[in-house]
């Protein structure tokens, strides 16, 4: 039960989290492209790839197994809007902007994954085991 409460604590931070990002970044840069949700979905994508290098016994942060579960399922999948992200896309392509809905796609796919392998190399090279 207690590593229940703690993902479900973990992902109501994570959708807070989510939506001040949102915000400030829509202020930042305009509410015309889904920038917040591109900027969330790579910060997430990095955080968690950084975690499944470090937080394991002999990583950087070998802590518990509640702990990892809090971060990657709780906070990460409360903060990323894989959903929101598709929504987003839909109504760019409902609305006939085909170019901008593929630039989401391309953008969202090869920024995330380039997040999540830059952020599992970075907690592979501060981990002690090296």
Known sequence: MQTYLLIGLG?????????????????????????GTLVINVLGSTVIGFA????????????GNDA????????????????TFSLQTLTLIQGGQWLPAAGNIALSVVLCIAGVWIGYLAGLALNPSG
Not at 71 to 77: A, E, N, P, R, S
């Open 52 to 63: 499944a290098a470090t937080m394991h016994d002999g990583g950087l942060l070998p802590v």
């Open 11 to 35: 992902g109501a931070l994570g959708s807070v989290a989510r939506h001040w990002c949102n915000g400030l970044v829509a202020a930042l840069m305009g509410v015309a492209f889904p920038w």
């Open 68 to 83: 990892r579960l809090f971060l990657m399922i709780g906070v990460c999948g409360g903060y990323t809007t894989f959903s």
